[in-house]
């Protein structure tokens, strides 16, 4: 690749390129503002002079969670010239389409070329999805194609020999933004297909994809998750690596992580909040655009940051990017800021819709109250959540938070006949066109379609809707709207156990509580009751039903959390108990690892610390608690298991922990898994000499001498590709079962000669090449030694217990000392150098797998 040395041709040279480039300014190039009351003009700013850059890092990091408990970030710019193939997934607002807008900027103006300096002149190709017709795309040059049909492709279009020379020489950097937005599942499997497709064909290229968090695992762009996925990457050409596919070793390796990365698979990382220099980098850049003065500019950012400060929570708001920006916009005019998400984009759309009067570019017979107009782009907002529901597989729905503008005139003078004023087409008409014009919130997404400048508008606008229906006197007595019978209490219930609606309601709770305070518990029962039960299950209930009912869980959750949520503390404390319950009833993890992790239990005024508390009192009363998964970064200790005393089984799945000391309160613990990367110590394991079963997985555990004091130990799983010396394992006697899954540095089994009780091996992915030493283990029943060098197998001829065997991906070219194992069932022979079978063919009750077939 090209990565320390470019050949590249400087593109505004070519005239085709220069005036390509023009366009991605015109169209990527600036911060598009909305307007505001008490200003003429509040015009667009070129996108350098406002822009802080953003971190990344390799995990998600919470706008809640404290500075001093954020994992190491780096640039994403660094990033991005590091790994040349990356997918930032990032919450809303956190800036992934601004990062785009940024980078396309600034390698088509090379204003800034320090960059361009150390990656190349290249030439940015960015695919805003929500932009594109896809339903028909299936490959890299489909894409090409749906691209090339929009504006910004416009002087590449007839020059296709450019954009050619470009991809295969590797100067393309090629820039696709929001692969969530694709909610059409078997689409984006195909845009998936087409991006791999690229990847292969144009390896050199520089690829950045952006998507929220919430449904990206559904499809991801970095690994494989189903088997049945791996055949696809057969159909690409191979210049590159593509036998890899054929290697039976990629399904061993989804078995074991659940899931398969390619080496030319993008990397995945998370954009971060920002921290309190970026907010401040924010504040003077937004003021020296506004001032004259120096001086009075940094006094002014001195200001907001001031305010932002004064609230935990507008200080947490602030640490997201695009709600700092609104922040700004909305203290310019009124000096203060409202508390609470909801409240801050109220402030945001009336101030928006209060600039169109001000213009007075509407009819003034026309010109109608301010709460009419939010009510029909609220009903706008409502109609295209919807649409997030819908998996209808024709040519419209391949991005479902999209509209035709005929859809939107429908629906603006449906909330106009609603609103009991007549509907008119001509006022509609002219209302959408302004909007667009005017940069707002509901904007032209190219070939006369319509969406919001960000989803989060679109769901704050589908909550405002939905208040209108349910702060009403036939919702009261009968359960549903006039205006729209279809909106009831079990769609309410219906939407609250979908991840898509979760922050729709989340802003519809703020509403109610800041306009109808009364209405909040009536809605908190619409939508988590079912009959007379707080999340509808019972504990008898098997964990298949209850696990049903964790999406709503998850969205009480972030309910709980919310201090403008307006639920009452009688209201949180029965939730977190139902929350909790619900968790560890399914075993899943995150909603206890949010609930009992959220805060610190001493802090009696703060809500996240009031929330662990009781979560963590929850606990100690459920005697009947004994298993209990834990996950999340977020979790940075084990204070609210202590005195836990029926915990036997105990999963700690990313966590972030360095103090495990409270374990020593858990007699009863019999079970343990553990997977954190940074662990490297276990030395907490002595205080738990009772340990039955016990999988730690790390990348930077060397030493397992603590052990030596697990006596009981029947089932070992290390995880820990640096572990050298398995010597500690002598004093095992008592092992059952031993896996040393992806132990790469591990080369010797000697230590291994005195679990003479083995019945179960594993060694996938040690560098071992002598068996000799597992020669002694005659109880032995099942051993794999895939993906290892091992060559000869004489040392398992006296294994006569033996069951299975798996020889995978090993150098393994004779069977004959296979031939007398009399119990031997099940061997897997795939990927192996072995010709001759005939060892075997006496064997009629042995089943083999991958053994080649012959026409």
Not at 217 to 242: C, V, Y
């Amino acid at each position: 690749m090209n990565s320390t040395s470019f050949a590249f041709p400087e593109p505004r040279r070519n005239s085709v390129l220069l005036s390509y480039l023009s366009e991605v300014l015109k169209w990527h190039g600036y911060v598009r503002f909305l307007g505001l009351p008490h200003l003429q003009e509040n015009p667009d700013v070129a996108i350098d002079r406002l822009y802080v850059q953003p971190q990344v890092s390799t995990s998600p990091i919470s706008a809640d969670t404290a500075l001093e408990n954020w994992p190491k970030t780096e640039s994403a710019l660094s990033a991005l010239e590091r790994e040349r193939r990356l997918v930032l997934l990032g919450d809303p607002g956190s800036g992934k389409t601004t990062l785009i807008n940024w980078l396309a900027w600034s390698f088509a103006s090379q204003i800034d070329d320090r960059w361009c300096q150390r990656m190349g002149p290249l030439v940015p190709i960015p695919f805003v999805l929500r932009e594109l017709h896809l339903s028909s795309v299936n490959t890299f040059a489909g894409l090409l194609q749906a691209w090339l049909r929009h504006g910004v492709s416009a002087p590449l279009s007839g020059n296709p020999e450019v954009l050619d020379g470009l991809l295969e020489t590797g100067q393309a950097l090629i820039l696709l933004d929001g692969i969530d937005e694709i909610s059409d599942l078997s689409l984006r499997k195909r845009l998936r297909h087409a991006v791999w497709e690229g990847m292969q064909f144009y390896p050199d290229c520089v690829w950045l994809m952006t998507s929220r968090l919430v449904g990206y695992d559904d499809m991801p762009f970095d690994r494989i998750t189903e088997t049945r996925d791996i055949n696809t990457l057969n159909h690409f050409t191979d210049p590159f690596e593509s036998k890899l596919v054929v290697r039976p070793d990629i399904l061993a390796r989804m078995r074991e992580n659940g899931s398969f990365q390619a080496p030319w698979f993008p990397k995945l990382l998370y954009l971060s909040p920002f921290n309190d220099s970026q907010i401040e980098a924010f504040a003077h850049n937004w003021y020296v655009l506004r001032e004259t003065s120096t001086l009075e500019a940094e006094r002014k950012a001195r200001e907001l940051i001031s305010r932002i400060r004064e609230n935990p929570y507008t200080q947490r708001l602030a640490r997201t990017p695009n709600l700092l920006t609104m922040m700004a916009l909305i203290y310019r005019v009124l000096a203060n800021l409202p508390h609470g998400k909801a409240l801050l984009y109220e402030e945001i759309a009336k101030a928006y819709l209060q600039s169109i009067d001000e213009h007075r570019r509407l009819n003034t017979s026309l010109d109608f109250p301010l709460e009419q107009k939010k009510r029909w782009l609220a009903h706008v907002g409502f109609q295209l959540q919807l649409r997030r529901n819908e998996t209808n597989q024709d040519e419209k729905s391949d991005q479902t938070i999209l509209a035709e503008e005929s859809e939107v005139l429908a629906w603006i003078n449906k909330a106009m006949a609603d609103s009991s004023y007549a509907a008119d087409p001509a006022f509609a008409s002219a209302y959408l066109k302004l909007i667009g014009e005017r940069s707002g919130l509901l904007l032209p997404r190219g070939e006369g379609r319509y969406a919001f400048i960000h989803l989060s508008f679109q769901e704050y606008f589908a909550a405002l809707y939905l208040s209108e229906l349910i702060i009403s006197p036939e919702w009261a007595a009968e359960g549903h709207s006039e205006i729209n019978p279809a909106i009831d209490r079990d769609f309410l219930r219906n939407i609250a156990n979908q991840t898509q609606w979760a922050e729709t309601l989340v802003f519809l709770f703020e509403i109610c509580a800041s306009k109808y305070p009364r209405w909040t518990k009536a809605l908190f029962r619409d939508c988590f009751y079912y009959g007379n039960d707080l999340l509808g299950f019972n504990d008898e209930d098997k964990p298949e039903k209850q696990s049903k009912l964790l999406p709503a869980a998850r969205l009480l959750v972030k309910l709980l959390l919310d201090p403008h949520s307006g639920l009452s503390e009688e209201i949180r404390k029965d939730s977190v108990y139902r929350c909790v319950a619900l968790d560890a009833n399914c075993k899943e993890g995150d909603i206890v690892g949010t609930l009992l992790f959220a805060g610190e239990p001493d802090k009696e005024t703060d809500l996240a610390g009031q929330i662990t508390r009781w979560g963590s009192d929850w606990l100690k009363e459920q005697a009947s608690i004994r298993s209990l998964k834990i996950s999340g970064t977020n979790v940075k200790t084990l204070t609210p298991l202590i005195g836990n005393k029926n915990l036997a089984v105990l999963w700690l799945d990313n966590v972030s922990i360095r103090d495990f000391s409270p374990l020593s309160t858990t007699p009863k613990l019999r079970v343990m898994l553990i997977r954190q990367e940074d662990l490297d110590s276990i030395d907490f394991l002595c205080a738990l000499p009772s340990l039955q079963i016990l999988s730690v997985r790390s990348r930077q555990l060397e030493d397992i001498n603590p052990l030596i004091n697990l006596k009981q130990l029947i089932q070992l799983g290390l995880g820990c590709p640096t572990v050298i010396d398995l010597s500690p394992l002598t004093q095992l006697t008592e092992l059952s079962s031993l896996d040393l899954i992806g132990c790469k540095s591990v080369k010797n089994l000697l230590q291994l000669q005195t679990l003479t009780q083995l019945r179960t091996l594993v060694l996938h992915g040690t560098s071992i090449e002598d068996l000799t030493p597992l020669s002694k283990l005659r109880e032995l029943r099942e051993l794999s030694i895939r993906a290892t060098p091992v060559s000869d197998l004489n040392s398992l001829t006296g294994l006569t217990e033996i069951i299975k065997l798996d020889i995978s991906e090993t150098q393994v070219s004779n069977l004959t000392p296979l031939a007398n194992l009399p119990n031997l069932k099940f061997l897997d022979v795939s990927g192996t150098p072995i010709e001759d079978f005939s060892p075997l063919a006496h064997r009629e009750d042995l089943e083999i797998k991958g053994m080649p077939t012959y026409d």
